[in-house]
């Protein structure tokens, strides 16, 4: 009776396997990223279906999803009810061309934002499209949108460059969501 329970557990544990082996996972390097209003030079498509913008961004990482919330006691228990929801922040880790594309760029567009005298503009002036796609092949047929709202810049972090290293500049840039919620999609 015991070897029947063993013979059961091995069949259930090769099902298990046959399924994580047929499952199609998603990579971390599955993504693009694009905003709109970029410059021409960084959003030309060339023979390989990418453009320059593809190959500076390195990481792009964002909380799609979060709702605030208020607890409420009442006797001994205590009651937990969504309040609000959060708008998110991309950040997008870049390497930069020989020219810096990508940091005059970003620097334009901090300059719609703010003002030489210490003014805002208002939103229509600087708020882009920023979208973040899906993709299972490099032809550009599987692209499915992941998340797409309206953004602004709001940080570049720190850029390090150092005579003994290898490799190339790499800093990070912050975008913050105008509004909460209308970006999330649901992923099918």
Known sequence: MAHQGYKDDLNKRRLISHRGIRTEFAEQWQFRATVEGMPAELTRV????????????????????????????????????????????????????????????????????????????????????????????????SEVDLWSDEVFPTKMGDISMDVSAEGFVEFPIVFQQFRSLPGIKKKT
């Open 46 to 141: 060339d023979a390989s279906n990418h453009n320059l913008f593809d190959f500076l961004v390195k990481n792009v990482s964002f909380g799609p999803t979060e709702l605030t919330t208020d607890a409420v006691e009442v006797g001994g228990a205590i009651f937990t009810f969504p309040k609000t929801s959060a708008p998110c922040v991309i950040t997008m880790t870049v390497r930069d061309s020989s020219t810096w594309q990508l940091y005059n760029w970003f620097n334009t567009w901090v300059s719609e934002v703010v003002n030489n005298d210490g003014t805002f503009n208002l939103p229509f002036k600087y708020k882009k499209l920023l979208k973040i796609k899906t993709y299972k092949d490099d032809e550009g047929g």
